[in-house]
Nanobody
Framework: QVQLVESGGGLVQAGGSLSLSCVASGRTFGDYAMGWFRRAPGKEREFVSL????????VTLDSVKGRFTISRDNAKNTVYLQMNNLKPDDTAVYYC?????????????????WGQGTQVTVSA
């Protein structure tokens, strides 16, 4: 089992920044690829970004590319999502997810463990 706990969400004005963290426990963090997803009000959960177990490969949703950056620190069992120049459309609950193996994908079903989510609200 892997337990994931997100933090760092909050209320921010458009153009502002937030840094999300997700701390993992229970298994060797470096054995897992990690992803960030989000669910906006009234919408399905969507892929945001992923990172390989070593941190050497990342993929990011086109609509947030250049504004969001995923990273990880395996020594701290933590994956991060730095979000800059936030827009009201970024308002959502953000979830981190873990997949055993080198690399995850964009589909929810590929991931084995999920956190409870952290709310991000961007005001206009």
């Amino acid at each position: 089992q892997v337990q994931l706990v997100e933090s760092g969400g909050g209320l921010v004005q458009a153009g502002g920044s937030l840094s999300l963290s997700c701390v993992a426990s229970g298994r060797t963090f470096g054995d897992y690829a990690m992803g960030w997803f989000r669910r906006a009000p009234g919408k399905e959960r969507e892929f945001v970004s992923l990172i390989s177990w070593s941190g050497g490969y990342t993929v990011t949703l086109d609509s947030v590319k250049g504004r969001f950056t995923i990273s990880r620190d395996n020594a701290k069992n933590t994956v991060y999502l730095q979000m800059n120049n936030l827009k009201p459309d970024d308002t959502a609950v953000y979830y981190c997810a873990a997949k055993r193996g080198v690399l995850g994908g964009r589909r929810e079903g590929e991931y084995d463990y999920w956190g409870q989510g952290t709310q991000v609200t961007v005001s206009a």
